[in-house]
């Protein structure tokens, strides 16, 4: 399968932080989506990116689907309790059955 | 608009027994898939479907996993036997379409002993 490189793995900021996270992939991609799971919990859909250069914002929450298509990032800014879990980008290649494939997860962890 | 369902959402069983896992997609969703997420890593697919159409089961080891949607509505995913590398949490996921996000259900997590 693809290869999709999430960093940093962990995040440990305190609150009121601004966080920012990457995603990147040797593959071009046409969607990216950004994904948050909480312990126990299924991956709950934050962000989806469908155009390179698109920037999208969900609250607190910014994304941007990177000019070559092989990356994406994710930003929260005034980083509250409730932002705690992993955060997973995905991206599809189409012709590839269109199936997303998932990053490796980043970690946060917000003190307060 | 009522989520994934999925049941049970706790299953712990001995190597080489068989498991089933149950999934109900939003209504009015084609495409259904379940991954695989093994604790620490990133969800892997394991099959995709289109209404009751298998898009990709690449992915599916089936010498042991079958998955079924026969009418094009829940699925169900099965492991005969399970080995102890099966723990995971097994997650179903729909979308209005191919290109489209999806919604996760909260996943079974599998413990096998």
């Known amino acids: 399968g693809q290869q999709l490189n999430q960093s940093p793995q962990s995040m440990f900021i305190q609150e009121g932080e601004d966080v920012s996270m990457n995603c990147t992939s040797s593959s071009i991609f046409n969607t990216w989506l950004w994904y948050k799971q909480d312990p126990g919990e299924g991956p709950v859909l934050l962000i989806a990116l469908y155009k390179a250069g698109e920037l999208t914002s969900n609250g607190r929450l910014t994304a941007q689907f990177g000019i070559t298509r092989k990356d994406s990032f994710l930003n929260i800014s005034a980083s509250i309790p409730s932002d705690v879990g992993i955060y997973f980008c995905a991206g599809q290649i189409k012709n590839t059955g269109n199936q997303f494939y998932f990053g490796t997860g980043t970690s946060l962890t917000v003190i307060p | 608009e009522a989520g994934v369902a999925q049941s049970p959402r706790y299953k712990i069983i001995e190597k080489r027994q068989s498991v089933a896992f149950w999934c109900n997609p939003i209504?009015?969703?084609?495409?259904l898939y379940w991954y695989q997420q093994i604790l620490g890593q990133g969800p892997k697919l394991l099959i995709q479907?289109?209404?009751?159409?298998?898009?990709?089961d690449s992915q599916l080891p089936k010498d042991r996993f079958s998955a079924e949607r026969l009418k094009g509505v829940d699925s169900t995913l099965k492991i005969q036997p399970a080995k102890l590398e099966d723990s995971a949490v097994y997650l179903c996921a729909s979308s209005k379409g191919q290109n489209y996000g999806y919604t996760f259900g909260s996943g079974t997590r599998l413990t096998v002993v």
């Open positions: 209504s009015g969703h084609a495409t």
């Open positions: 479907f289109q209404n009751n159409g298998v898009v990709d």
